[in-house]
């Protein structure tokens, strides 16, 4: 379908994961500014490995971009409509780029209690139309689908790679089979007669080996939603050079915090600040100093901190401020 809408500051947003029985429903939010990207639709209409090749030009070469979660406890707790405005509002929050329109793919304005109201329209098919929205729907879908296939290999017998948590045949059998997981949103209405049951304990899963890239994506983003949460304007995601690394920077109140962000699948295996060692912060302390001087940051105003989380969906455990 040919492209109606390619102004260059337009932040596009665009949701998956509203339908499933389980796992997070996920926005992405994305400004592509003046990149140029070849072969950007309707995620649904791509094939995963084409998802995945423009999922890593996307991020390359957007001049801007946000993922917002909300978890299927959440989504329980506060319903879906509230759940969905919440984690678009979470993907905006990291985006901070300029954008002169917001267009949200759909007819509701997920944003509309809030100071970007004005600057949003609504279109359906956007994800089909608007470049921008079709990049969020991409980013957004391969991080979910990532997330998805990763839980499959926690969680034996329920294919979660396979139906990403969609209600098929297969996934209603395993539920009867095994029973609902901390994944399972039971406030829906297929669902609705195990909320008196136990779920499925964390123990009872299949634990695979972690990877850093696996413990770097939602970990990652769920300790950036909850710095901005706090008030944090992030500047950096991912800091790198050849000499040292940083997780997050961000600002808050005239401060520029460098924040270690460090996951633990199993609260009961301790919490994951105990990683930080003195040999990691004296790495940590010097990437502070590289980083302010290759970007000559008064040092006065710079404050080390490290964020512990936990969990299947990993949640804030502590955050603390190292010196």
Known sequence: ????????????????????????????????????????????????????????????????????????????????????????????????????????????????????????????????????????????????????????????????????????????????????????RLSFAPLAKYRKSSRLPTTHAKVARTTTKKIGDAAEDEAANYLVRKGHEIIERNWKTKYCEIDIVSHHKGTIYFTEVKYRKKSDHGDGLAAITNKKLNQMKFAVKFYAHTNKVDEKDLRLAAISLAGESPAIETFLVLD
């Open 1 to 184: 379908m040919s492209i109606v809408y390619n102004k260059v500051m337009i932040l596009g947003i665009d949701e998956v994961g509203r339908g499933p029985w389980a796992g997070p429903m996920v926005v992405g939010a994305v400004v592509l500014g003046g990149a140029v990207i070849d072969g950007l639709t309707d995620s649904k209409k791509l094939s995963k490995r084409r998802r995945e090749e423009l999922d890593s030009v996307i991020r390359e070469k957007a001049s801007g971009y946000g993922l917002g979660w909300v978890s299927a406890d959440e989504i329980d707790e506060i319903g879906l409509g509230n759940a969905l405005r919440l984690a678009t509002r979470r993907a905006v929050e990291q985006v901070k780029t300029s954008y002169h329109e917001i267009i949200i793919d759909g007819t509701i304005n997920l944003l509309a209690e809030t100071s970007k109201a004005e600057y949003v329209t609504t279109m359906k098919k956007a994800d089909l139309l608007v470049p921008s929205v079709s990049a969020a729907s991409i980013i957004a879908k391969v991080a979910r689908d990532r997330y998805m296939a990763e839980q499959d290999a926690l969680y034996n017998g329920y294919a979660f790679a396979s139906h990403v948590g969609y209600g098929t045949v297969a996934h209603r059998e395993a539920i009867e089979k095994n029973g609902v997981t901390p994944l399972h």
